[in-house]
């Protein structure tokens, strides 16, 4: 490694961020969800002061506040959008099809392009939140060029069987990449789709197979049917994980700022294993929590309403207990699965992947930033509104 290039280092531990996600998801569920703005911007905080590009963190200005007026904006525009035009939708369908099927379709294409819309504006948000030494990110408008350019190029996949996948995956963040900005310094993305293409091929051969399997189906050939697509859910599952991570690698080694290089090594056979037992460990945590739960529950009811031993196998306590009994053990247990998922996957899967991405990418050619001034602030106090309510594009 050149004296002017930087390695990316994480700082992260999962015993400190179990103790947050935690009290942080606990206050979320007392508050009725009211938290939950904070709940997202201390964690952010938390994974953005872990990565640490030549031992220099990134730092996260976001406010729940304006998450949370973004948040009200949207469910106002979309209470509008729901009460009258579906309503208008409806009673044109009911007037000219004598049925409903015509106005939920049209109101499903009508959500798509703000979906896409809302996935820029989070990232716009995001990005204009985020430093590092002191200077700002940021990201151009084009919420609504990125909304239809991605319809056009998911219409153009889904009429090619997904075979041009690449090359939607490619132009879209192009898209992405040529308008964000480090400073005063914008990004580049370099390269072609085509380059996209051999990372592709292993999803697109279980997806082939998977599809002979529907070909046996109409054989009834039931053997060959479930072999093939065994065999065929295998490789595409990790043929997607292959993609996401070469692609990634790809597009992360073609870009550019100025004179700054990005060099990503991300393992796909990595990301799987941190997939596999990150999941596997949720689930065993989950059954662990509930276990416990269930074991406390029973001793405290059985000795409370004195209904003698708890038949297993009926789950059943009796005609005697309350129903307000029943209904809280119900709830703890529901708010406590929610809790437990929420809470391991932060500490299994989310971390173990955002320490591999960061500690696998060096920065070429670091001397550039030194002619990089800071940028004006972006005065988007609409932050991921859409996105949280439409629950797209608005995660850690």
């Not at 930087?6 to 998801?25: E, I, M, N, P, V």
């Not at 997939?275 to 949720?282: E, I």
């Not at 930033?369 to 594009?393: C, M, N, P, W, Y």
């Amino acid at each position: 490694m050149a004296l002017s290039d930087l390695q990316t280092d994480y700082a992260g531990s999962k015993g400190r961020l179990f103790r947050l996600a935690t009290w942080t998801s606990l206050l979320t569920v007392v508050t009725l969800g009211f938290y939950r703005f904070w709940m997202k911007t201390r964690l952010r905080r938390y994974y953005w002061s872990a990565i640490r590009p030549g031992g220099q963190p990134l730092e996260y200005v976001g406010q729940p506040l304006e998450k949370l007026l973004g948040f009200l904006i949207a469910v106002a525009f979309l209470a509008f959008y729901i009460g009258i035009v579906n309503l208008i939708l409806m009673f044109l369908s009911f007037s000219l099809f004598q049925g409903n099927f015509v106005a939920y379709v049209l109101s499903f294409i009508g959500v798509i392009p703000i979906l896409f819309f809302a996935r820029y504006r989070a990232r716009r948000y995001i990005l204009a939140r985020t430093r590092w030494r002191g200077l700002r990110f940021g990201l151009e408008q084009g919420a609504w060029g990125y909304s239809w350019r991605a319809i056009v190029h998911w219409l153009i996949t889904i009429c090619s069987v997904g075979l041009l996948w690449p090359r939607m995956t490619f132009w879209l963040e192009k898209y992405r990449t040529d308008r964000t900005f480090f400073g005063t310094e914008s990004f580049e993305q370099g390269g072609n789709w085509k380059m996209l293409y051999r990372p592709y091929l292993p999803f697109l051969t279980g997806m082939i197979i998977i599809a002979m399997a529907a070909v046996f189906a109409f054989q009834e050939n039931i053997t060959a049917v479930l072999v093939a697509a065994g065999f065929g859910i295998t490789i595409s599952s990790y043929g997607l994980a292959h993609y996401n991570v070469h692609s990634f690698r790809k597009l992360t080694n073609t870009k550019s700022l100025g004179s700054i290089g990005f060099v990503a090594r991300p393992r796909p056979w990595r990301v799987v294993r941190i997939y596999c037992f990150g999941y596997a460990l949720v689930c065993l945590g989950l059954m662990l929590l509930m276990g416990i739960i269930f074991g406390v529950a029973i001793a405290l009811i059985t000795s409370t309403f004195g209904l003698g031993d708890f038949d297993i196998e009926l789950l059943n306590f009796g005609p005697d207990l309350p129903f307000w009994a029943s209904t809280v053990l119900a709830a703890v247990l529901y708010f406590s699965i929610f809790l437990g998922w929420g809470v391991l996957r932060q500490v299994f899967v989310t971390l173990p992947l955002a320490r591999h991405y960061s500690e696998t990418l060096e920065i070429t050619g670091a001397s550039g930033f030194a002619s990089i001034g800071q940028r004006a602030r972006d005065e988007f106090t609409e932050a991921e509104g859409f996105a949280e309510a439409l629950d797209v594009g608005a995660a850690i």
